[in-house]
C-alpha cells in the first residue's frame, strides 16, 4: 500500500505562486510516475500534471502550461508541483497521484493522496 501525503496549500492572491509537494511512503518511488490532479467546487477532477519515473517526460493541462512545474525528488520520494502566476480559476484541492494504471499517460491511478486546498484570490 502506499500512502501520499500533500502539503502546501493556501491562500494566495492572483498573480502569486505556490509549490505544493507530495511525500510518498513506499520504496518503489523512483519506479513510478506521478501525477497532479485537482477538483473545483462543483467541477470533475481534472489533470493537471505528470513525470514519468525518471523525470524524463512531463505532462501539462493546456491550462497550466508555462505557468506551472512538475518535478521530483526520487532521493526524498517526493514530487513538487510550482504554481507560479496563479489565477482564480486554479482554485481546487490538489491531490497528488502515484502510479498510472496501464503507464504513463494513463489517466487512472492506483492510489491517491487526500488533497491540499489552493485558494487564489482576485
Known amino acids: 500500500q502506499v500512502q501520499l501525503v500533500e502539503s502546501g496549500g493556501g491562500l494566495v492572491q492572483a498573480g502569486g505562486s505556490l509549490r505544493l509537494s507530495c511525500a510518498a511512503s513506499?520504496?518503489?518511488?523512483?519506479?513510478?510516475?506521478m501525477g497532479w490532479f485537482r477538483q473545483a467546487p462543483g467541477k470533475e477532477r481534472e489533470f493537471v500534471a505528470a513525470?514519468?519515473?525518471?523525470?524524463?517526460?512531463?505532462s501539462y493541462a493546456d491550462s497550466v502550461k508555462g505557468r506551472f512545474t512538475i518535478s521530483r525528488d526520487n532521493a526524498k520520494n517526493t514530487v513538487y508541483l510550482q504554481m507560479n502566476s496563479l489565477r482564480p480559476e486554479d482554485t481546487a484541492v490538489y491531490y497528488c497521484?502515484?502510479?498510472?494504471?496501464?503507464?504513463?499517460?494513463?489517466?487512472?491511478?492506483?492510489?491517491w493522496g487526500q488533497g491540499t486546498q489552493v485558494s487564489v484570490s482576485s
Open positions: 497521484a502515484a502510479d498510472p494504471i496501464g503507464g504513463y499517460g494513463n489517466p487512472e491511478y492506483r492510489y
Open positions: 513506499t520504496r518503489t518511488f523512483s519506479s513510478v510516475a
Open positions: 513525470i514519468s519515473a525518471k523525470s524524463t517526460i512531463t
